[in-house]
């Protein structure tokens, strides 16, 4: 069966830190991946997605940015945090791209940036 | 994106069916009806979804109206597990799953 694992689970930055957040997925290959951002009471938004290695799409203007080093490894990172970059950060994989394919979620990264 | 118009809040009894509904007026003939659910401190989980036909899985039914404007997420007999914010989707040729606010399910010992 396919897991999707992320880490860390809770991460405590200063402001102007570094971010690295990994997200791998087992037992499937070539999986469409997700970044999905949720603020404090508020819906998830999408950061990025990918259909394969290398190929990023982003959906939101900001200070993050995604790779895709292996075919089942996401990586967001940002070179400088901000204060509004807290939130719950969750990865997500898809079987493939349309409506007929649902997403599955990782346990998500609860990040606070101080 | 088409939207989706849900009830903010409802309650159910434990071991009780409990009905969902979601009204998505706007549905385009390719768009596909999705619900995940959320629980606290946790990340969506997929429940089910269906473009025409009714629906059947161990989790839940989703019940489409015949001029898929309306759909209904049923669990056929809820726990305390089953409280969660449950979400109504649309999703089409992209990728994207655009959550709006969703119900928050309350299950009533």
């Known amino acids: 069966s396919q897991t999707i694992h992320q880490w860390p689970a809770t991460l405590v930055q200063p402001v102007g830190s570094p971010l690295s957040l990994e997200c791998t997925v087992e037992?499937?290959?070539?999986?469409?991946l997700y970044w999905y951002r949720q603020a404090a009471g508020r819906g998830l938004q999408l950061l990025f997605y990918?259909?394969?290695?290398?190929?990023i799409s982003s959906e939101v203007p900001q200070n993050l940015s995604a790779s895709r080093p292996q075919d089942r490894q996401f990586i967001l990172s940002s070179k400088k945090l901000l204060l509004s970059d807290s939130g719950f950060y969750l990865c997500?994989?898809?079987?493939?791209?349309?409506?007929?394919?649902?997403?599955?979620f990782g346990p998500g990264t609860r990040l606070t940036v101080t | 994106d088409a939207k989706t118009t849900q009830p903010n809040s409802m309650e159910s009894n434990e071991e009780e069916p409990v009905h969902l509904p979601c009204n998505h007026s706007?549905?385009?003939?390719?768009?596909?009806i999705h619900w995940y659910r959320q629980l606290p401190s946790q990340g969506p989980e997929y429940v089910i979804h269906?473009?025409?036909s009714n629906v059947n899985n161990r989790m839940a039914s989703l019940a489409i109206a015949e001029d898929r404007k309306s759909s209904t997420l049923i669990l056929h007999r809820a726990t305390l597990r089953d409280a969660a914010v449950y979400y109504c989707?649309?999703?089409?040729?992209?990728?994207?799953?655009?959550f709006g606010t969703g119900t928050r399910l309350t299950i009533i010992p």
């Open positions: 037992g499937t290959s070539n999986p469409n």
């Open positions: 269906g473009l025409t």
């Open positions: 997500a994989w898809s079987a493939g791209t349309g409506g007929n394919y649902e997403q599955y």
């Open positions: 990918s259909v394969g290695i290398g190929q």
């Open positions: 989707i649309l999703v089409f040729g992209n990728e994207k799953l655009t």
């Open positions: 706007t549905i385009s003939g390719t768009d596909y």
